[in-house]
Nanobody, 122 residues
Framework: QLQPVESGGGLVQPGGSLRLSCAAS????????VGWFRQAPGKEREGVSC????????IYADSVKGRFTISRDNAKNTVYLHMNSLKPEDTAVYYC???????????????WGQGTQVTVSS
């Protein structure tokens, strides 16, 4: 069963950093897209960033531009989300998803991880 696996969440103080990992083993297609999404309590799931497996093209939500960086290690089939200058409003469950369209919209993504909690609080 194809399912990405997230790791790296936790509790961090405002201004701190975290790195999330998404292990996407088993996805052998020549082209796929890995996206990071987040969902805070009472809010809809929103796109954070995505990266394509072929040319590494990236997209970021305006709310995280300049603070978050998405990267990939194709040899490990792993995508990372480096989060810096974290704010309390970044608190959410972060999900990794795999699809075949470069988009920040959750619906087209076909494979979803279980999510990892990120809490930004002093």
């Amino acid at each position: 069963q194809l399912q990405p696996v997230e790791s790296g969440g936790g509790l961090v103080q405002p201004g701190g950093s975290l790195r999330l990992s998404c292990a996407a083993s088993g996805f052998t297609s020549d082209y796929y897209v890995v996206g990071w999404f987040r969902q805070a309590p009472g809010k809809e799931r929103e796109g954070v960033s995505c990266i394509s497996s072929s040319d590494g093209r990236t997209i970021y939500a305006d709310s995280v531009k300049g603070r978050f960086t998405i990267s990939r290690d194709n040899a490990k089939n792993t995508v990372y989300l480096h989060m810096n200058s974290l704010k309390p409003e970044d608190t959410a469950v972060y999900y990794c998803a795999v699809g075949f369209i470069e988009t920040m919209i959750p619906l087209p993504y076909q494979y979803w991880g279980q999510g990892t909690q990120v809490t930004v609080s002093s």
